[in-house]
């Protein structure tokens, strides 16, 4: 890890914090529109306001972008750790606990959970504050791929 890189990248996040994210490099971050509340090393927190086209028929939030919001924000994640390699997502485990409707604003929380020299676990929770609950919980497998 190279904590100078990490502070560079986090430097360049933290310039968003409180701002809808549009310009990541990311084009599904770009379309999930979140705000960024934390940036530090490890550990990212974002805001999502559920829009109509990220609903299920039963107009709650999709299963699949519930697992897309846990898979690109650990990879943004990985990206503030400062390393130099590129890593992958391997494997995805995703419990979902509660629905989330249209115009509900939830808020997503990284963290890591074991960083192995080829292998980092990390989680996700994703919180419907308004009713003070978790509806959903994964976590990942990156793999460094140089």
Known sequence: MDSSLSEQRLNFLRQSIGKVITDSPSNFMNWLAPVLIKAENGVLVCQYTIRKEMTNPYQILHGGVTAG???????????????????????????????????????????????????LNLQCEIYLPSKKRLIAKGYSNMLNIG
């Open 69 to 119: 919001i846990i898979d690109d924000l650990i990879g943004a994640t990985v990206f503030t750790m400062g390393l130099n390699d590129r890593f992958t997502t391997v494997s995805n485990y995703i419990d979902y606990f509660a629905p989330a409707n249209e115009g509900d604003e939830i808020v997503a929380e990284t963290s890591i959970v074991k960083r192995g020299r080829t292998i």
